[in-house]
């Protein structure tokens, strides 16, 4: 017992005491005190101990060792231990053996494939094993495995044995570096860098990470900020001795060589006392050889202090650390069979000063978030169409012009060969580029500033008259925006502008080319004309039109297939869907028959949504698929990114959410690679909805509570509405009432007048929040809030849906005949949408009002409409309901009750609803109640 005790003493004493050295020195004093005593138990819990102490404090190999013999006990001793301790240590053990250069990959292949055997038969820890089978790759140089091992990942449930988020946050940083990616990093960093994630390791690993990739990027202050921060958490840890070497090569860099020998020499000391860590060993070898090298380089002098027991000067002393470090990282890469570590190494240890910083005061906690910059790097992705570093206005015209880059990108090579040209005094080739600037400007949807270039391109091109197919080309494109901004074909400044494209197109040398343009606009605005008028397109109307176009443009396939998209855009608009469809179906044919990518993505742009409207949803998921993979070969990941979450909205609505989810977040990485970091965010609020569809509840939380804290510092009002309404529906289905009250009153202040749809889900979310809690008046009045931002024209069922819903609420808080009015606009709108069986399904609440207001019989009325439609259309909740209303608005009847309860039965109600109606119907009936009565 004495001993039992004073195990019990010494593993209390180590918890109370920080990571390091002292604290995995005492529970091995435990083990030991344990083990004498032959105290399986006690030996038991101990190692449990060792094993966390080790990890953390620096000494993985031991931990390796501890968690071992505890998997070796449980399987001797079934039943006798809680295996969770054990089990959530289980998935240190193929990281440690990875930063063991002389194990090989297959034995670690063999723990990973132990611990999912042991993690499968407890029906737990799937995302553990995930997350392994990628930071094992990254950590081995196989970064593209890492990659796609990743996308696996990030859409699984989290379990008990999930690591934090903190440290998953912190390892897909480390993934975004590897691959190239320094702004996707830093955009990923945010919730560590503003303090929002932490655990005993995080942030102080993650901070370090990201000094680099700060000076790269030039935000020498963030680094700075995040230095100091970084740094006091981290120094002292044995645990993080490679987090602090990333220091020690941050104050190399910014040229402060003392303190940045004071530092290593630090580390050295812990290497020499005997740390396991081989590679952290070999990252301290490497800075401190990068220091000593720009020591010796910079002629600084003697060192002010020793580095363990060698001797030497900053040269040989750097040589031996270098020789040091590029020995271990050979017997890694020799392993892993890639030179991933030995690449690392090399570019360490050729870290210099190259500029010197004042310091700043020490931090204390989180600092201001990184925001990530307007156009995002593009190290590492395709540089299909990247622009050509060149003045030669004549080369930027021409890759301005090409359909590879973004949008962003091609309209400033524009601007450059404008002002190019300009500079040449070449008139000419200015008016030319100005027209493809104004192009631009429309692509990105700046209307009234295309206009205004366009204007000035048509003046320049008609004094020079030099280039018809120029001049032909801005006034069709400034006929099609006047078009777009008035809605008027017929209208004078239109036609002015055609008339402008008929007279070049007679001069012009493409001849039929720029006459088939000219009356492929001409049939594109015939068939405007009835749809401004309201009017179907006649049946061959305009056929003959866009024929005859297409013929004239013959010679250029790229020709003809704008003209069928045109043509099958203009009956879109006008209503002519089949014509539409029959017209995008040829367009898509020319553009898989010629295989260009850039006539595949516009192709899928007018063919997707048409095949959307006609209920194809599977082949309209194809098509968009093709478009992302075109946009990406393009070169525009910004616009693959677009389809990749249109796709993602397509295969929920065909119930496939989880191809749904991972496409949600191929369309994040596509963003933040296009440097749209504000369309990553929304990409993310898609993926958390689609996790919430999944009933991955704690995923959807994490990453609503992550984008609602980074929409208040971006100050996006928008994206905050919509986060803390989607956090407040996930709160108030869990019950936490008191939770999701604040969030909805947040998303109500978040949104302002201008989001009028989401403002009515707010105040609806509100009111509903405000009932459960019995906050009855609160609920009127918020209700009343809601339909004051209904919007028939965005969202006419939703509209209908809210007014019905507020009518209900209005019977049960005593006011059924201001609910009557609503319920009759309820009606309404559901019936300008056909749906019947909606519209039919609110005289259910018109039965309760009615009933409350005593109007017995046009209770039973309503209920008998209802049912009446529940039995033809075959809607067994509805026939349920309304059964249940007639046995409730009748005189108390068993058999009617009986065959509601029945029917509820037959429509697959839960056993609790039918509890609870079972309790009402027995209350109606008076059963239950004692027959004894007080005399």
């Known amino acids: 017992m004495a001993r039992g005790r004073s195990v019990r003493k010494l593993l209390a004493e180590a918890e109370g005491m920080p990571p390091g050295f002292a604290r995995t020195a005492v529970a091995e004093e435990a083990v030991r005190t344990a083990d004498a005593a032959n105290d399986l138990d006690g030996a038991f819990t101990a190692r449990e ?125 480390s993934l975004a570096l590897d691959a190239g990616e320094p702004e996707r990093a830093l955009d990923l960093a945010r919730p560590l860098v503003a303090g929002r994630l932490e655990c005993g390791e995080e942030p102080a690993r993650a901070l370090a990470k990201l000094l680099a990739a700060l000076r790269e990027t030039g935000r020498d202050d963030e680094a700075e900020r995040l230095h100091t921060w970084g740094l006091r958490l981290a120094r002292g840890n044995p645990s993080l001795v490679s987090t602090q070497a990333q220091h020690v090569l941050h104050l190399c860099r910014t040229g402060r060589p003392g303190q940045a020998l004071e530092l290593a020499g630090e580390l050295v000391d812990v290497c020499d006392r005997g740390l396991f860590d081989v590679e952290a060993r070999m990252v301290t070898a490497a800075a401190t050889a990068a220091v000593l090298a720009a020591w010796h380089e910079a002629d600084l002098g003697p060192l002010p202090r020793r580095l363990g027991d060698r001797t030497g000067d900053a040269g040989e002393l750097a040589a031996g650390f270098a020789g040091q470090a590029r020995e271990v990282a050979a017997a890694f890469d020799r392993r892993n069979g890639t030179d991933r570590i030995g690449r690392a190494v090399e570019r360490m240890l050729a870290t210099r000063p190259t500029t010197a910083v004042a310091p700043v005061a020490d931090a204390t906690g989180p600092v201001e978030p990184v925001a990530p910059p307007a156009v995002a790097s593009r190290t590492g992705a395709p540089q299909v169409g990247s622009p050509v570093q060149t003045d030669d206005a004549a080369a930027l015209l021409a890759q301005a012009r090409e359909p590879r880059g973004t949008l962003d990108d091609r309209h400033d090579l524009a601007v450059r060969a404008l002002r190019a040209f300009e500079g040449m005094g070449d008139r000419r080739g200015a008016a030319r580029a100005r027209r493809t600037v104004a192009e631009g400007l429309l692509r990105l949807e700046r209307l009234e500033e295309a206009a205004v270039e366009f204007d000035r391109a048509l003046a320049e091109l008609s004094e020079l008259a030099e280039d018809p197919h120029d001049l032909l080309l801005a006034a069709l494109s400034r006929a099609r925006l006047e078009v777009a901004r008035t809605g008027a074909p017929g209208g004078e400044e239109a036609q002015r502008l055609l008339a402008v494209a008929r007279a070049a197109a007679d001069v012009d040398p493409a001849g039929d080319r720029a006459r088939g343009q000219v009356l492929l606009i001409e049939a594109e605005w015939a068939v405007l004309a ?61 553009a898989d028959r010629s295989g260009s990518d850039a006539g595949l993505r516009s192709a899928a742009e007018v063919l997707a949504p048409l095949l959307v409207a006609g209920g194809e949803l599977e082949r309209a998921i194809d098509v968009v698929s093709v478009a992302q993979r075109a946009e990406e070969a393009l070169g525009d990941p910004g616009e693959a990114g677009r389809a990749a979450l249109a796709r993602a909205e ?120 405000h009932e459960s809690m019995g906050k009855i008046p609160e609920a009127v009045a918020a209700g009343v809030s809601c339909l004051a931002h209904v919007d028939d024209g965005e969202d006419p069922l939703l509209a209908a849906e809210l007014r019905r819903e507020h009518a209900d609420r209005l019977v049960r808080a005593g006011m059924g005949d201001r609910a009557l009015e609503l319920f009759d606009a309820a009606e309404a709108g559901f019936r300008a949408v056909q749906e019947d069986v909606a ?97």
């Open 49 to 173: 101990a060792l094993a966390s102490a080790a990890m953390h404090g620096g000494e993985p190999q031991k931990s390796l060792v501890a968690v071992t013999w505890c998997l070796a006990q449980l399987d001797a001793h079934p039943g006798r231990f809680d295996r969770h301790a054990t089990y959530w240590a289980l998935k240190w053990l193929p990281t440690t053996l990875v930063d063991m250069p002389d194990v090989p990959l297959e034995e670690i292949d063999r723990v990973v494939a132990e611990a999912e055997r042991r993690y499968t038969e407890i029906g737990e820890g799937s995302d553990a094993i995930a997350k392994l089978r990628w930071v094992l790759p990254l950590n081995t140089g196989r970064t593209a495995e890492a990659v796609e091992a990743y996308r696996a990942w990030r859409v699984l449930p989290r379990s008990e044995y999930s690591d934090c988020r903190a440290c998953d946050v912190s390892n897909e940083i």
């Open 530 to 590: 009835f749809a401004e008028a309201d009017a179907e397109v006649p049946a061959g109307a305009v056929d003959d039109r866009f024929a005859e176009a297409r013929q004239l443009l013959a010679a250029d396939p790229e020709d003809v297939q704008d003209a069928w998209e045109t043509e099958a855009w203009v009956r879109g608009v006008a209503g002519d869907l089949t014509g539409a469809r029959a017209a995008a179906e040829a367009a898509w044919q020319l």
């Open 650 to 769: 397509m295969l929920a609505d065909d119930d496939r959410a989880e191809e749904a989810l991972a496409a949600a977040f191929a369309a994040v990485d596509l963003f933040l690679t296009g440097g749209r970091s504000g369309d990553a965010a929304w990409a993310r609020v898609t993926a958390a909805r689609l996790f919430r569809d999944l009933d991955r509840d704690q995923n959807a939380a994490d990453l609503l509570e992550e984008l609602l804290q980074q929409s208040g510092e971006d100050g996006d009002r928008e994206l905050e509405g919509a986060v803390a309404l989607d956090l407040a529906r996930l709160n108030g289905d869990f019950g936490f009432l008191d939770d999701a009250l604040p969030l909805a009153e947040r998303a109500v202040r978040a949104l302002g007048p201008e989001h009028g749809s989401g403002r009515a889900k707010a105040y609806r979310m509100l009111a509903q929040l």
């Open 839 to 935: 519209a039919a399904g609110v005289d259910l609440g018109r039965a309760d009002a009615y009933a409350a207001l005593g109007r017995r019989d046009e209770a039973l009325a309503a209920a008998g409409r209802a049912l009446e439609v529940g039995r033809r259309e075959d809607v067994p909740e509805m026939r349920a309901e309304a059964l249940w209303a007639l046995a409730v608005h009748h005189d108390p009847d068993e058999q009617r009750y009986g065959v509601a309860l029945e029917a509820y039965q037959e429509a697959g109600a839960p056993p609790e609803q039918l509890a609870e109606l079972t309790a009402a119907r027995d209350a109606a009936l008076g059963r239950g109640r004692s027959r004894w009565r007080r005399r």
